[in-house]
């Protein structure tokens, strides 16, 4: 399997006010700056943050901190790499696509 492994440090966000935690901060050393991201609870989709102060709490708009950092790791598998075609017989469907050319 091909992977790329991505290293980044990951922190709850977590509400003043309510104590509510409203997703994760991950920070990833990208050349120069590192590039700060936020997903939220129940979400696959990272936005990248600029401020601090952009993550407002959505339960109750108070401020939120980030909790303890931690140390993490992602292996990302890079799907375009293994689509292709095996070794051996055509799929069935090749098959009839020549069958009827
Ligand atoms: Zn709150």
Redesign the pocket.
């Known amino acids: 399997m091909t992977a790329s492994v991505r290293t980044f440090l990951e922190a709850e966000v977590k ?1 003043f ?2 104590a ?1 935690v409203s997703g994760l901060i991950r920070v990833e050393r990208g050349g120069q700056s590192p590039i700060a991201t936020f997903k939220a609870v129940g979400s696959e989709t990272e936005i990248s943050v600029r401020t601090r102060t952009q993550l407002r ?1 959505p ?2 708009n ?1 401020p939120t901190f980030f909790d303890e950092w931690e140390q993490r790791r992602e292996y990302a598998k890079l799907d375009f790499l293994e689509d292709r075609p095996r070794r051996g017989r055509p799929p069935k469907r090749l098959v009839e696509q020549r069958g009827v050319a």
């Open positions: 509400c006010l309510c509510d709490c339960r109750c108070g």
